[in-house]
Structure formats: structure tokens, C-alpha cells
């Protein structure tokens, strides 16, 4: 099946920093979407992105299908964006989610 | 707040207790699904209903019962759990087609505990 690797696992950042987390699949998918899970569970859909740039706000994100990997950029960060960012991509009806990037913003 | 409501928030049963899950969503979605998800991992795909019928099932234990009654509710129905299915389980919904084509949103989820 499709593996879907996340990088880097876990990320601690101040404040105002920036920051790029990467998805890479390992085959060709139908879709990929970028999600964002706070601390209390909440799975908020941040972007559905199977090719091309789209941005909203702060954040924005990129997929090259055809080098099968996507970036989700996070400028200017704030406490509210700690939390866990899921990449999920889909194929044949499959959909397989990544184990996450942990992102911890410190005040 | 979300646009899909799951109830209840946190369910403790014991292992021969019989309880449902809910979930509801008014976006005119077709397709819904049931995740279960352990801590620290991401979430993995149980169930899904298309046009309210069942149009996936990932090996789940019969344990785990789905129902889809119309377009806006799925409940999961359990019985006889065991300890090891204690996770968040998040229920989520879309516009219809093939699954993952469209935008998924997710509810709040249940955290359920099996002692």
C-alpha cells in the first residue's frame, strides 16, 4: 500500500517563527489534504490540495504530485497553532494518513 | 464550534454494557465516515456510508455495529468492547463521490473509555 511519511516528527518553535512541514507519499494519489489537531482533539481541515499552492492566512500549501510530496508552510506562528498536523492522501478509495508532525509554539 | 455535532463528548462502559455513538451533520453531505483513533496516532478509517449506504468497511469487529438512518446521522453502535478499543472516535462527512475526493470535516469526538 501507499506510505505516507511526515517530517520532521515533532518541532518546538517560538513564537513569530516560521515554519515548513513536508509530506512525502510514495505513490500516485487521487487527493491529499492537510489537517491540524489541537490539543483537545479537534480535526480541523486546513487545506485540500491534490495539486498546485493554496494559502489561507498565515498558512499556505504546496503539492507536486508529480515528485509525490506536499509542503504546508505555517508563518508567523502563534500558541494556537501547537497541535498535531495530519497529511492524508487517497487512492482507490484508500485513505491513509500520516503519523503527524507535533508542532509546540512557546510563548 | 463544528458543523458535524458528535455526541456524547466522553462514554465510559464496561465490557458488556451496550451504548451508540452519534453523530449528525446539516452541510448535505452524502458520504460519512467513522474513524478510530489511539493516542498519539493518527486516525484510521472503520466505516463509510455513501448515499446512506455501507460502502466501506475496514475489517472492523463486529463489535462495532454502523447505521446509517437518513442523510444527516450515523450512529455506531457497540457492544461487548473491549479495553483495547478505548480511543477518540471521530466521526466525519463530505460531499459524495469517490471517497477522499472531497473535503472531509470532522466532528469534536467521542472519547470513549472500556473498563
Known amino acids: 500500500g501507499i506510505q505516507v511519511e511526515q517530517s520532521p516528527p515533532d518541532l518546538i518553535l517560538q513564537e513569530g517563527a516560521n515554519s515548513t512541514l513536508r509530506c512525502n507519499f510514495s505513490?500516485?494519489?487521487?487527493?491529499l489534504q492537510w489537517f491540524h489537531q489541537n490539543p483537545w482533539g479537534q480535526l480541523i481541515n486546513l487545506f485540500y490540495?491534490?495539486?498546485g499552492t493554496k494559502q489561507n492566512g498565515r498558512l499556505s500549501a504546496t503539492t507536486v504530485a508529480t515528485e509525490r510530496y506536499s509542503l504546508l508552510y505555517i508563518s508567523s506562528s502563534q500558541t494556537t497553532d501547537s497541535g498535531v498536523y495530519f497529511c492524508a492522501v487517497n487512492r482507490d478509495d484508500k485513505i491513509i494518513f500520516g503519523k503527524g508532525t507535533r508542532l509546540h509554539i512557546l510563548p | 464550534d463544528t458543523e458535524v455535532t458528535q455526541t456524547p463528548k466522553h462514554l465510559v462502559m464496561g465490557m458488556t454494557n451496550k451504548k451508540s455513538l452519534k453523530c449528525e451533520q446539516h452541510m448535505g453531505h452524502r458520504a460519512m465516515y467513522w474513524y478510530k483513533q489511539k493516542a498519539k496516532k493518527p486516525p484510521e478509517l472503520m466505516f463509510v456510508?455513501?448515499?446512506?449506504?455501507?460502502?466501506i468497511n475496514e475489517s472492523v469487529p463486529s463489535r462495532f455495529s454502523p447505521e446509517c438512518p437518513n442523510s444527516s446521522l450515523l450512529n455506531l453502535h457497540l457492544h461487548a468492547l473491549q479495553p483495547e478499543d478505548s480511543a477518540l472516535y471521530l466521526c466525519?462527512?463530505?460531499?459524495?463521490?469517490?471517497?477522499?475526493?472531497?473535503?472531509?470535516?470532522f466532528g469534536d469526538g467521542t472519547r470513549l473509555s472500556i473498563l
Open positions: 505513490d500516485s494519489v487521487n487527493n
Open positions: 456510508y455513501s448515499y446512506e449506504k455501507l460502502s
Open positions: 490540495i491534490p495539486s
Open positions: 466525519a462527512s463530505s460531499q459524495a463521490g469517490v471517497i477522499g475526493n472531497q473535503p472531509q470535516h
